[in-house]
């Protein structure tokens, strides 16, 4: 077996690079073959090689060439892109996906529940709580989105989709590129970018691919003079020392290498290293209404450092009657946080009990906070299959899976005034500590079956049987709550629990060759969330798994001249015993999950790609959604959230637009459009408050000489200022705003042998 078996795919997919659609097929792909049609697309999403067109699921696909060409360089990049796909993202580095309206609210600390949507880096996943890895994009040979359950092949979290980052393979021809740009940003400082890759084939069976990347993107948040007058105390605190122009700045640098070895005719071997860091100052949020456009007010340092390291390797190889995977993986991840928290004092209990309580502590005193987060991540997966070859009538894949996380986190409020003697034991200025260990264990077992029952007619089915385990140990607490420790002088470990569980998901589908370019299908499929457990015995120990049931019809067609590509779907789910995250300050200072109510989610979807010519090509991808709740939850006698009303972080719609403009061999440009829809930013009636729709338009001109490209471009060309995230329930109201326009050049070129 030649181990670069893949390379001619990887390269009509890199081909496939200039026009933009979304549902079943490629967001902005292809560019036109000889014969002007589009690029066929090849995926793994079923975890082997297949056309796109030729999947009965909706699947979005951001492809090579195209990553480039539209600067998609992070998280939020792409995710704009994605119609049926929204998201939270505070700063870089912490963001959250959701998928077709299945979202929890929003809430990102470390002991609550996992996200909806498992996000994986090439076969391994890398799904955090809160913090998903927030990976450079360069290199990439695709971005593949699964929407709807995935249950079966997936497992936990893949609840409302998956989303997988497909990195560029070593092949067996020498290769080299790399990219320099040069932006400006309005009311901003500069930002620049330089990223490289190398392709050096070792010898006749083996090849080394090595990434390095450094992007430092300037500020346009500026900190301004402000002032925090305290209530109980009246005690003013100024913030002379931070104020700054440009303050949210960040950094990330980083690699990857990757090793592919033909170890005999029939086995390969892939080994593969990356590691990424990124550096922020400040924040991305600003205080329009009180401060201006753009400007907030900090009283302490705002900073962020995120570092980690992924180690895999897959072994593939022939074994007669199928062919045999086995991948394994380790992410080393450290994650530290500073924010500036003063605000919360002003309606918390840090003045009453912790720096104005004179009873026990004397005279008033500031009771500012600073808000530090360390966290240390340590995740493991081994996952083997094996597939049936390629049949006629019977395929079948099945696999065993085990993924291991070990997550460590210290959060500390610290008041650098506090009096000692109100500090948490053992410490000089912290009014509140959680400092713990979370350990979750998934094993499972799974198979999909496909038995092609006529020429047309094919029938899969698909069943995962799982276990997972959850442990919760160590502190939280002040000197007051949840064991009055007044007077001790050790912190002892007040958190012991744990949570097992075990199920299964299923999937059924049919699809059907209405012709040689028609296929029309239905799905019934399931996803889940584990349990897990919480820090406290006064809600209950622990939580269960949350299941969604999913009802999909989808049509896929190209036009017999291969010019037109449309691609629809449209679904109906629901969601039960719904993982919530809230706050009970009665009950616990962070938050706490209980299993809740129900929620429904109905929605469609369409893609269409147009080659009007040899050199114009169209496309546009829609998503239309509804989420939600479907009875009303109530806590402690109070109605908190109401049957009938939509779940946060769901447009109703989302569209993009993009037209590719072939202006000769040598020149090209493209305009890509995207409009979201307003939404909600929380599921509490009381809390939650409407976020603004928007629109964003980023344009481009790119000329060509022979291995060389400049481009000139255009992001958010009319300073579209989006409310991407209001935060109005916890501390002071924030709104995080996008990157204001940005005009950028970057020179690009690739040297072959």
């Known amino acids: 077996m030649d181990i670069f078996r893949l390379e001619a795919l990887n390269k009509a997919a890199l081909s496939a690079s200039r026009v933009a ?7 902005f792909a292809t560019s036109a073959t000889a ?20 999947i009965p699921m909706s699947i979005s696909t951001l492809v090579g060439e195209t990553l480039n060409e539209l600067n998609i360089k992070d998280f939020a990049d792409y995710v704009l892109q994605l119609p049926s796909v929204s998201s939270v993202q505070r700063r870089p580095g912490m963001g959250q996906i959701f998928m077709r309206g299945i979202s929890d609210g929003g809430n990102t600390n470390q002991s609550l529940q996992g996200p909806a949507v498992a996000i994986y880096l090439d076969e391994a996943p890398v799904t955090a709580i809160g913090d998903n890895l927030d990976v450079h994009i360069y290199d990439i040979n695709r971005i593949e989105v699964l929407s709807g359950p995935q249950g079966t092949l997936y497992g936990a979290s893949a609840q409302a989709g998956n989303l997988r980052i497909i990195t560029n393979k070593p092949t067996d021809e020498f290769d080299s590129g790399a990219n320099f740009s040069l932006s400006t940003t309005d009311g901003g400082e500069p930002s620049n970018l330089v990223e490289g890759f190398v392709n050096i084939p070792l010898s006749d069976n083996a ?18 003079s402000d002032s925090i007058t305290y209530p109980l105390s009246g005690i003013t605190r100024t913030n002379e020392g931070y104020v700054k122009s440009d303050f949210n700045k960040a950094m990330t640098k980083g690699y990857r290498a990757a090793l592919r070895i033909d170890l005999s005719d029939s086995w390969t071997l892939d080994a593969n290293v990356m590691g990424q860091q ?26 962020q450092d995120d570092d980690w390291t992924k180690f895999s390797a897959t072994i593939t190889g022939d074994i007669g009657f199928a062919d045999l995977t086995f991948t394994t993986s380790a992410l080393d991840r450290d994650f530290e946080v500073l924010s500036d ?3 919360y004092s002003i309606n918390g209990s840090v003045e009453g009990y912790y720096t104005c309580y004179t009873y026990y502590f004397g005279d008033c005193v500031d009771p500012s906070i600073q808000f530090q987060n360390d966290t240390t991540q340590e995740v493991t997966t081994h996952e083997l299959r094996i597939a049936s070859k390629d049949n006629a009538k019977l395929n079948w894949i099945l696999g065993t899976f085990y993924n291991e996380s070990d997550l460590k986190y210290n959060s500390q409020w610290q008041v650098p005034t506090i009096n000692p003697a109100a500090a948490v034991p053992t410490t000089k200025d912290l009014y509140f500590q959680t400092d713990q260990t979370r350990v979750d264990e998934e094993t499972a077992h799974f198979g999909e079956l496909y038995y092609q029952a006529t020429d ?15 442990k919760l140990k160590g502190f939280v607490g002040t000197i007051w709550w949840p064991n009055s420790l007044y007077g001790s002088s050790t912190r002892p470990d007040n958190v012991n629990s744990s949570f097992k569980g075990d199920d299964s998901t299923k999937k059924i589908n049919l699809s059907y060759d209405i012709n040689d370019k028609t296929l029309a299908y239905v799905t019934f499929s399931e996803g889940y969330r584990p349990g897990g457990a919480n820090r406290t015995m006064q809600l209950g120990a622990t939580y269960e798994a949350d299941f969604l049931e999913n009802r999909e019809i989808g049509i896929k067609h190209t036009s017999s001249d291969g010019k037109f590509r449309l691609n629809a779907a449209s679904y109906q ?20 999950v209980d299993n809740v109510g129900k929620a429904e989610s109905n929605g469609f979807e369409l893609d269409a790609t147009y080659l009007m010519s040899d050199r114009l090509q169209v496309s546009v991808a829609y998503s239309d959604n509804e989420a939600t709740l479907k009875e009303n939850y109530s806590y402690k006698g109070a109605v908190e959230a109401r049957a009938g009303q939509d779940l946060p972080f769901t447009p109703d719609t989302k569209y993009t637009l993009n037209i590719y403009y072939d202006h000769s061999d040598t020149a090209f440009g493209q305009i890509n459009y995207v409009k979201t829809d307003s939404m909600w930013n929380d599921l509490f009636y009381d809390d939650r408050e409407s976020q603004d729709a928007y629109g964003i338009v980023n344009a481009s001109w790119t000329l060509v000489r022979d291995n060389k490209l400049i481009q000139i471009f255009a992001e958010n060309l009319t300073n579209e200022a989006a409310e991407l995230f209001i935060n109005s329930e916890d501390i002071q109201r924030l709104t995080t705003v996008n990157r ?9 070129w690739k040297l072959k042998k």
């Open 573 to 592: 789910m629901d969601w039960d015993d719904i993982q919530l995250g809230f706050f009970d300050s009665s009950i616990s200072k962070l938050g706490l």
């Open 278 to 303: 990124t550096e922020t100052d400040g924040v991305w949020d600003h205080e329009p209404e009180r401060l201006g456009k753009y400007k907030v007010g900090r009283f302490f340092e705002d900073s």
């Open 341 to 343: 928290y003063s605000h």
């Open 456 to 470: 047309k007619l094919l029938l899969t089915l698909g069943l995962r049987k799982f276990e997972n385990e959850t």
């Open 207 to 224: 090849a080394l691919r090595i990434v390095g990347f450094s992007d430092n993107e300037g500020g346009y948040i500026d900190a301004v």
């Open 740 to 748: 204001p326009r940005t005009i950028g050049v970057k020179f690009s």
């Open 35 to 54: 014969d002007e049609q589009l690029e066929e697309v090849v995926v793994t999403a079923q975890k082997r090689e297949q056309n796109a067109q030729d």
């Open 21 to 27: 659609f979304v549902g079943s097929s490629v967001l």
